[in-house]
């Protein structure tokens, strides 16, 4: 099983950046990164194919989320730009090793067999 370490979570004002990083210990198919917040399902914001480059975004970030990797270090990022209140969440990145993909992702946990520990996200007004 792949182990994915996490870094770059913190606190932010509402418009403000992070950028977070998911390092993976293997190969993998595909990447994403997933948030929980407080009393709510996770639910995915954005994912990679590792192999050719394509993203998925949920409507709710697209636009100011940009999910991108370094396979050399098999690190994936997520840059996270005009971030609102809203966002405020517990992140998680997520790796599958299966080729077949869901058009549903953003919804399937299962469908993941890695997870990272999560790093904390929290914007303020």
């Known amino acids: 099983q792949v182990q994915l370490v996490e870094s770059g979570g913190g606190s932010v004002q509402a418009g403000g950046s992070l950028r977070l990083s998911c390092a993976a210990s293997g190969s993998t198919r595909y990447m994403a990164w997933f948030r929980q917040a407080p009393g709510k399902e996770r639910e995915g914001v954005a994912a990679i194919s590792t192999g050719g480059g394509t993203t998925w975004y949920v409507d709710s970030v697209k636009g100011r989320f940009t999910i991108s990797q370094d396979n050399a270090k098999r690190t994936v990022y997520l840059q996270m730009n005009s971030l609102k209140p809203e966002d405020t969440a517990m992140y998680y990145c997520?790796?599958?090793?299966?080729?077949?993909?869901?058009?549903?992702?953003?919804?399937?946990?299962?469908?993941?067999?890695?997870w990272g520990q999560g790093t904390q996200v929290t914007v303020s007004a």
């Open positions: 997520a790796a599958r090793r299966m080729s077949d993909w869901y058009i549903d992702w953003n919804r399937r946990t299962t469908a993941f067999g890695s």
